[in-house]
């Protein structure tokens, strides 16, 4: 994210402010509708008739988790489409204190850079918020910004103590990024030198003067920092860097060294294989971890074509799905006349139509692993088919010797086809 308008770094997505407009998208819902027509305390079955496993279009089957609120396809796709713009082993950091390259004008910016994605405090943002200390914190498993807080230690004598709290409160082992936006000395407090020190093992805070430059990168607790820059000369930019290793499930063996990176008992390599995240300990949300559990896939159907047979044909078709599992599977068919049999163990679907079947059904198959489905739908259309015409009786005739017979033969066909 890097927030710019006007050429111009803005103090964190103003939504209110029109003139710093920030673009970007988010999920409203994560289902439609739940529970909305119908009776609110059971899923609908009515409406008019779509591709739903019921065979109607209630809003209970739409969103990226289903009406037992378990994770569909699709909020696993979007996870892992997020996550694969991380880096799994390590993240490149930047902290500047930016006083607009020598020159004052009050332009000075705080700015915290992960990768490419930038976030920034203005010296003139919200209402001085901006002057001071800028702090950003960030998880050390995966390298999310967790919180970005600015201390105006220049124009309020509280700004100290509530930055000396807030260290206390961050854990050992987060990251640590801080600069300094502007003055920063003013008012801070010699507590707030030696919170900032502890937290950071900070050598050169003490000294930092008035108008000075001061930016660090640090993981709380760690003793020393993994980058720390100073320079007292008056209105001088500054930029200081780290590369930070990652280490998700905390044991101490950094993501490039560990086989596993989230410790759920699947290696990375095997997840990595099946198109798992070797980040995410339990991928389908179950409360089972991906190295235990047995059943991470849906069912995925194959698929349903249409069926055309006459009246009279047999129908004998093997419905299938495949499941990454290899889990047991369940078929349950909806639409089919009493005369099919379907054998839900194997999906085979057989039925002896009769003159009497003809017509046209929507089928639903809905295939099971026991915790998750897939489902698709066909037609099957029972014709008529060519029935023989039927002659009519022609009876007996009699005519007189050496005299000519005439009569006209008369039959009818039942599909009113043209006979000859
Ligand atoms: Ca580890
Ligand atoms: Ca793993
Ligand atoms: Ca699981
Ligand atoms: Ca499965």
Redesign the pocket.
């Known amino acids: 994210m890097t927030i710019i308008s006007g050429g111009k770094y803005i103090p964190i997505c103003p939504a209110d402010d029109p003139q710093n407009p920030c673009l970007g998208a988010t999920f409203f819902e994560w289902s439609d509708e739940w529970w909305k027509a119908g009776t609110p305390s059971s899923h609908s079955t009515n409406g008019f008739y779509f591709s739903m496993p019921d065979g109607y279009s209630n809003e209970e089957w739409y969103g990226i988790v289903d009406i037992y609120r378990e994770p569909r396809q699709a909020y696993h796709t979007l996870a892992a489409a997020y996550r694969s713009s991380m880096s799994r082993d390590t993240i490149k950091l930047k902290a500047d204190s930016n006083y607009g390259e020598g020159t004052a004008t009050w332009d000075q910016w705080a700015r915290f850079h992960k990768g490419d994605d930038s976030i920034c405090y203005a010296r003139d943002g919200a209402g001085g918020g901006g002057k001071g200390i800028s702090v950003g914190v960030l998880d050390g498993g995966f390298g999310h910004f967790e919180e970005i807080k600015v201390f105006n230690t220049e124009g309020s004598s509280a700004a100290s103590q509530l930055l000396v709290d807030f260290l206390s409160e961050v854990d050992d082992g987060k990251i640590l990024m801080m600069t300094v936006c502007i003055d920063a000395t003013a008012r801070l407090s010699d507590p707030a030198r030696l919170a900032i020190e502890s937290a950071t093992g900070s050598t050169e805070i003490r000294n930092l003067v008035k108008y000075g430059s001061w930016a660090i990168i640090a993981k709380k607790g760690a003793g020393a920092p993994l980058a720390e820059g100073i320079d007292n000369t008056q209105w001088i930019d500054l930029t200081v860097e780290a590369v930070v290793d990652l280490d998700t499930d905390g044991d101490g063996i950094v993501n490039k060294d560990d086989a596993d990176d989230d410790n759920d008992g699947m290696s990375d390599t095997d997840e990595l294989a099946v198109g798992l995240d070797p980040l995410d300990v339990d991928t389908d949300d179950d409360g089972i971890l991906d190295g235990v559990d047995s059943?991470?896939?849906?069912?995925v159907l194959q698929l349903l074509a249409d069926i055309e047979v006459n009246a009279g044909e047999l129908i004998n078709i093997t419905i299938s799905a495949d499941?990454?599992?290899v889990?047991t599977l369940t078929y349950i068919a909806f639409g089919l006349p009493d005369s099919a049999t379907f054998n839900t163990a194997t999906g085979q679907l057989y039925w002896q139509t009769t003159a009497d079947n003809t017509g046209s059904y929507g089928i639903t198959i809905i295939v099971t692993?026991s915790?998750?489905y897939d489902y698709g739908t066909f037609i099957i259309n029972v014709n008529q088919g060519n029935r023989p015409p039927v002659l009519n009786p022609i009876g007996n005739k009699s005519v007189d010797e050496n005299s000519l017979l005439s009569f006209t033969l008369q039959a009818t066909d039942p599909d009113l086809d043209t006979l000859s």
């Open positions: 059943n991470m896939f849906p069912p499941d990454a599992d889990n692993d915790e998750y």
